[in-house]
């Protein structure tokens, strides 16, 4: 793992090729298919550019669109390993239904049904990394099937931009503040994927529970269930709050984000606020997304946890062949 982190930034430069391009019909709409890590790319291309309105899916079959709609949509599978068996069941739904179909896959029967039926298709490198950390090259993969060059080009300036070494310093530092604690994300919408990022490499990589919240919902709801009595005090004093703050985000929203982080500390709740910035809009992204990843391995090393295999969802899917 800590080999991987060091060497995140290298992904960029991998230039993705798509095998039978000439059969694949781009679209302004978009589905993406895909489960666990593999689908996170689609979420922060979102991020990126909430105007692609990528419609992210993450279950059997396809979404409830209308038929007359839905034709109009590219479905793009993603499964890393390529036999995610919720992926693979969107695939065929979306070619019995006659959808523009593309897949991203270093392998397995995605990519074997993909090859056969000439669909396009990209395989990503088998660099022998986790889905959550193949994030770059995902992304850029995905960035190649919808045609976004700009995009393609912003993520190469990362190699020179992410400061990987002061990244690891900072995701330690913070995983020493978390030790015994439950981390809480909270995000602009905007953000959300982001923050949906971090609780995922906490879970996954550190082994931990962890959750994640939108501003400015929580603030109708949430944020309540922290305005501790005696009685309920023991709840919510184990939990850590991460505050994603981005200079990007609606000015009111960067005022209730001030706002909650007075409220809780007021009520004795510790507050971190993470700060996202860079040269662009992906620079922003995924420095926060590597500090993200060396917080939590360092957290997999203060509880000894293991930081790569997920045996618990490996024991999962055993259990649903039975």
């Known amino acids: 793992m800590e080999d991987a982190l ?25 589905i993406v298919a895909g489960m666990g890590g593999s689908h996170l790319a689609s979420g922060i291309v979102n991020a990126w550019k909430p105007s ?4 992210v899916h993450r279950d059997y079959g396809l979404p409830p669109i209308p038929d007359e709609e839905l034709k109009d949509f590219l ?15 969107a695939f065929e739904a979306a070619r019995a239904k006659g959808l523009a179909r593309a897949a991203i896959s270093l392998g397995g029967k995605l990519l074997e049904r993909a ?16 889905p959550r950390v193949a994030l770059g090259f995902m992304t850029k993969a995905l960035l190649a099937v919808m045609g976004e060059s700009g995009g393609q080009k912003e993520l190469e300036t990362l190699p020179k931009l992410l400061r990987a070494d002061d990244l690891e310093t900072a995701g ?15 995000a602009s919408n905007r953000n959300e994927a982001v923050a ?13 529970p962890a959750f994640m919240n939108v501003i400015p919902e929580a603030n109708h709801n949430e944020m309540t269930g922290f305005d501790a009595v005696p009685s309920t005090e023991a709840l919510s004093k184990n939990f850590s709050f991460l505050f994603m ?18 409220m809780y500390e007021a009520r004795k709740l510790p507050v971190t606020v993470l700060e996202l910035a860079g040269r662009n809009r992906f620079h922003k992204i995924f420095a ?12 997999a090393q203060h509880y000894g946890t293991e930081p790569v295999a997920v045996p618990m969802v490996e024991e999962f899917k055993k259990r649903m062949l039975e």
Not at 75 to 89: C, H, K, M, Q, R
Not at 172 to 186: E, F, S, W
Not at 196 to 208: D, H, P, Q, V
């Open 6 to 30: 060091k060497k995140f930034p290298e992904q960029f430069a991998y230039e993705p090729r798509i095998e039978h391009e000439e059969n694949l019909r781009r679209s302004k709409r978009v």
């Open 52 to 55: 692609l309105g990528i419609r």
């Open 75 to 89: 479905l793009v599978a993603i499964s890393y390993s390529g036999n995610t068996e919720e992926t693979l069941d």
């Open 115 to 130: 090859r056969a039926e000439g669909v396009p298709h990209v395989t990503v490198p088998d660099a022998g990394l986790v």
């Open 172 to 186: 330690r530092t913070l995983a020493d503040t978390l030790k015994g604690r439950v981390p809480v994300i909270y």
């Open 196 to 208: 949906y990022n971090w609780k995922i490499k906490f879970n996954e990589t550190g082994k931990i």
């Open 245 to 262: 703050t981005d200079d990007e985000d609606h000015p009111r929203v960067q005022k209730r984000f001030r706002i909650l982080k007075e």
């Open 288 to 299: 926060s997304l590597l500090a993200a990843d060396w917080t939590a391995y360092g957290l």
